[in-house]
């Protein structure tokens, strides 16, 4: 039996403990060989000499995130002690400043966590449109708008335009009171809830005041030029061929684009076909165009989704098995 003290003098131990201690029943969860109890500002560790130093290396680097960051979330809490490989561990250190995307309000960090998110950060580096497509959760969105703002911030672009199509989403919402404004809004909240954790809220206001940084549905892209723009097409998959066409003709000089967008979720009209399948296959070979592929992997919403999303893709699976054997 061996003993070790960890001091937690350099964070916030409410924030470490979590609320209702949720975050500290996380890790007696995690190393349930090993007797752990917190002393003010220390966590005491009992048992046996390996399992300690595992459970010594998990809180170093909750430590280490919390001292960057000033906060850690339950779900990063947890997805820490669960990492069991080098990959899921470097999500969570940064060892190159360089990776980081945005600094956001508080000192929150804004970078590409997963593999194929770093693939999408390279391919807009280097190409002017990217298609990234994947399923619900992955970080499209979040790392595409990471990307405008970043390049709005170093001054290579002079405006943001963020667009998708005005859906429903599989609900009849019916008449939306208020002006227009209001009525578009809500098709648009992901992206204004994106720029909230990037930009200060008085900054991104005089953005949005100063159309820097504009937000409107795909309709309104039409007969446009957009020059000097970072432009993302986000939920493309719920516009139609000549939608897509439209938008990507839009595209003026010093200009890029990010075009996401998940298949598996078209909210479309029976009557309409979605145009993101038809573009990912016509321009799959044109120089300046790449293609990200994000999946399960991913995902960095709560830990079951990426469980959803393998239970849908099998169930998908088997109805098109059946459907070829009849």
Avoid: C
């Avoid at 003010?40 to 046996?48: E, I, M, N, W």
């Avoid at 390996?50 to 430590?63: D, N, S, T, Y």
């Avoid at 209001?182 to 949005?208: N, Q, S, T, V, W």
Wanted: charged share 30%; glycine share 6%.
């Amino acid at each position: 039996m061996t003993e070790t003290i960890i001091n937690l003098e350099t964070v916030n131990p409410i924030d470490f403990f979590g609320v209702n201690n949720n975050k500290f029943d996380l890790l007696k969860k995690k190393f349930p060989l090993l007797k752990i109890l917190s002393r003010g500002t220390q966590v005491k560790l009992s048992g046996a000499p390996e399992q300690i130093e595992i459970a010594k290396e998990k809180i170093g680097l909750i430590i280490q995130y919390m001292e960057r960051n000033g906060h850690l979330s339950e779900l990063y809490f947890e997805q820490i002690l669960g990492g069991d490989d080098a990959d899921v561990i470097d999500n969570f250190v940064d060892k190159n400043p360089n990776e980081i995307l945005v600094l956001g309000p508080n000192g929150k960090t804004v970078r590409a966590r997963t593999a194929n998110q770093k693939k999408l950060v390279q391919a807009a580096d280097k190409n002017d449109i990217v298609f990234a497509i994947g399923p619900a959760g992955t970080g499209k969105t979040y790392t595409a708008v990471a990307l405008a703002v970043r390049a709005l911030k170093n001054k290579l672009v002079k405006k943001i335009i963020l667009t998708r199509p005005a859906v429903e989403a599989g609900e009849n919402l019916g008449f939306l009171p208020g002006d227009l404004k209001e009525k578009i809004d809500p098709y648009l909240r992901p992206l204004y809830d994106a720029l909230d954790d990037m930009i200060p809220a008085d900054k991104l206001g005089y953005y949005m005041s100063t159309r820097t940084i504009e937000i409107a549905p795909l309709a309104y892209m039409r007969g446009r030029t957009l020059d000097n723009a970072f432009i993302i097409l986000d939920e493309s998959q719920n516009a139609n061929d000549l939608q897509i066409k439209m938008f990507l003709t839009r595209i003026g000089s010093n200009a890029k684009a990010i075009i996401t967008g998940d298949p598996t979720q078209v909210d479309l009209p029976r009557n309409q076909r979605s145009g993101l399948e038809k573009a990912v296959r016509i321009l799959q070979d044109i120089d300046g165009i790449a293609h990200i592929q994000l999946d399960e992997e991913d995902v960095v919403r709560h830990k079951l989704v990426k469980d959803i999303i393998r239970a849908y893709d099998k169930e998908r699976e088997n109805e098109t098995e059946n459907s070829y054997h009849r």
